[in-house]
Each structure stands twice: as structure tokens, then as C-alpha cells.
């Protein structure tokens, strides 16, 4: 079992920054790719982007290209999600997953979520 905490959520005007993080107990952290993924009210959840297990490789949605980048550091068994110039359409609850694969596999592993609003 791997357990996910996500931490760094918040209110934020549109134009601001945060970062996310999410930290991880349990199995080696460094075996599994890390996804991000958000939902919004009414809306079904959505990939946000990933990270491979060596983090050589990240992925992201094409509405938060250039604007979040996820990295990761294995010592500290945490990943993280660094949001710039966020939108209200970013507005979400924000989770963090553990996986076999950045992309076409499967996640595991969730973490309980966190909370992003971005006002206009």
C-alpha cells in the first residue's frame, strides 16, 4: 500500500501561483509515476499531468502546458505540482496518484485531495 497526502491547496486571485505537494508513505516511492488529476464541481475528473518514476519524463494536458510543471524529488518521497498564471477554469479539487505509468497505465493509488480556488 502506498498512502498519498496533498498538501498546498488554497484561494488564490487569477494570475497568481501555488504549488501543490504530495507526499507519500509505504512502498518505494521511487517505483511508481505520479499523476496529477483534478475535479471540478459537476465535472468528472480529469488528467492534469504525470511524471515518470526516474522523472526524466513529465506529461500535461494541453490547457496547462507552460503554465504547471510537475516535478518530483524520490528522497523526499514527494511530488510536486508548481501552478503560474492559474485561471479560474483551473478551480478544482486537485489529486495526486500513484501508478505503473505516467501515461496508458494504470494509478493505483490516491490521495484523499486538496482544494484549489483561483478567483476572478
Known amino acids: 500500500q502506498v498512502q498519498l497526502v496533498e498538501s498546498g491547496g488554497g484561494l488564490v486571485q487569477a494570475g497568481g501561483s501555488l504549488r501543490l505537494s504530495c507526499t507519500a508513505s509505504?512502498?518505494?516511492?521511487?517505483?511508481?509515476?505520479m499523476g496529477w488529476f483534478r475535479q471540478a464541481p459537476g465535472k468528472e475528473r480529469e488528467f492534469v499531468g504525470a511524471?515518470?518514476?526516474?522523472?526524466?519524463?513529465?506529461y500535461y494536458r494541453d490547457s496547462v502546458k507552460g503554465r504547471f510543471t510537475i516535478s518530483r524529488d524520490n528522497a523526499k518521497n514527494t511530488v510536486y505540482l508548481q501552478m503560474n498564471s492559474l485561471k479560474p477554469e483551473d478551480t478544482a479539487v486537485y489529486y495526486c496518484?500513484?501508478?505503473?505509468?505516467?501515461?496508458?497505465?494504470?494509478?493505483?493509488?490516491w490521495g484523499q485531495g486538496t482544494q484549489v480556488t483561483v478567483s476572478s
Open positions: 496518484a500513484a501508478g505503473n505509468a505516467a501515461v496508458g497505465g494504470t494509478y493505483y493509488y
Open positions: 509505504g512502498r518505494t516511492f521511487s517505483n511508481y509515476a
Open positions: 511524471i515518470s518514476r526516474s522523472g526524466g519524463g513529465t
